[in-house]
């Protein structure tokens, strides 16, 4: 189907839904659901509008530039008009075409963010504690809410792995870029002979999810409840208030100890089980699609290294697309992580908008 009658086809549902909402015929529950459908496709049908009145603008200016009868200041001043409209055309076509797309319904949503340390040790656990609060630091830079659920530290200041809830408006559609395999590359401080050694750590960003979402059935679950400890078994609680949750069906352990109360950890650990249940759904539905889209370059999984933060050189590297920026401390710092992700946001988009018009 072409780009116009996809653009007709909206505007006209636009303006069945603006007959159906003025009139009488409709439920209260109909009327929800056209008054969403209606709102929701309301900023695609004033960009088409937008784009059309431009679109026409071209034609009239183009017909009064070729008319040879015309005044010469008249056409030349159409020329230049022209020339000002047409350029206005490609932005104003992406725009509706990035609309038009189908929206991840996760994008919207918190996020909940898991650092884990890898490969390469205790420098593998500093490298993992500078990324867990590298995100702390841009949370905070685009004004979002960093609620830090768990932290499994260790006797050097590093970090075995933390647990994070983000929340702010888009949260997910930003971070979601951020779940792979980073690797570091620096010479460790215990290091005598000053070679450079190479660590990783893990990072996965989860879709908060609602109960709504994801049911969870009391049967399915195993709770271990446990005495909370710190690091090198010191004892920090002097009660069970630690708790194990297993889902029975697919493996999935999840455990919380930060809380004093046994039942603020068990609310904690099902709100991370909840939002891995759903990731999982998400990833196994994302896998059935690109498993019929032809010409797939990369699996996405979780297991392929994505970035690479070289200190000697300053260097930051997003394998993905290839971007270097040489302000490794600007990133650490979360100042300049936005460059990377804005790139990756408009990668994403790139590729989506070529999917679309094949």
């Known amino acids: 189907m072409s780009l116009d009658l996809k653009l007709d086809q909206v505007v006209r549902r636009h303006d069945e839904l603006q007959a159906q909402l003025s009139g009488a015929g409709l439920d209260a529950q109909r009327f929800a659901q ?20 431009v679109q026409n603008e071209v034609g009239d200016l183009q017909t009064l530039a070729a008319d040879t009868s015309a005044d010469s200041d008249m056409r030349a001043l159409a020329d230049e008009e022209l020339r000002a409209a047409r350029e206005r055309l490609p932005g104003l076509e992406r725009r509706v075409r990035l609309m038009l797309l189908p929206k991840d319904a996760a994008d919207e949503r918190n996020a909940i963010l898991e650092v884990r340390a890898g490969t390469g040790g205790e420098e593998a656990a500093l490298f ?56 570091v590359q620096r010479v460790p401080q215990t290091e005598a002979s000053g070679r450079i050694h190479t660590s990783a750590a893990t990072v996965a960003v989860l879709p908060e999810a609602e ?78 699609r690109a498993a019929e889209r032809k010409g797939q370059v990369g699996s996405g999984d979780r297991s392929e290294r994505i970035r690479t933060y070289n200190f ?9 697309i290839n971007l270097t920026l040489y302000k490794l401390d600007d990133v650490m710092e979360g100042r300049a992580l936005d460059e990377l992700v804005e790139a990756l946001v408009a990668d994403d988009e790139a590729a989506r908008l070529a999917e679309f018009a094949s």
């Not at 590093?158 to 949260?171: C, E, F, I, P």
């Not at 630690?242 to 709100?271: F, M, Y």
């Open 312 to 320: 000697p050189q300053s260097r930051c590297t997003d394998h993905r």
């Open 34 to 53: 056209a008054s969403k459908e209606y709102a929701d496709l309301g900023p695609l049908v004033d960009a088409i509008r937008e784009l059309r009145a």
């Open 211 to 288: 109960e709504v979402d994801v049911k969870i059935d009391d049967k399915d679950l195993r709770i271990d409840v446990f005495r909370a400890s710190g690091p090198g078994g010191q004892s920090v609680n002097t009660t069970d208030s630690a708790v194990r949750i297993t889902h029975l069906p697919t493996g999935i352990v999840v455990s919380q100890q930060d809380e004093k109360s046994q039942h603020k950890n068990k609310a904690k650990a099902l709100k991370i089980l909840r939002a891995r249940l759903y990731d999982a759904e998400r990833q196994r539905r994302d896998a059935a």
């Open 128 to 183: 993992a504690g500078e990324l867990f609060r590298m995100y702390q630091r841009y949370a905070a830079e685009k004004g979002w809410r960093f609620e830090i659920m768990e932290m499994s530290e260790t006797g050097l200041g590093g970090l075995k792995d933390g647990t994070a809830t983000v929340s702010g408006r888009g949260v997910f559609a930003r971070l979601k870029f951020e779940s792979g395999v980073h690797r």
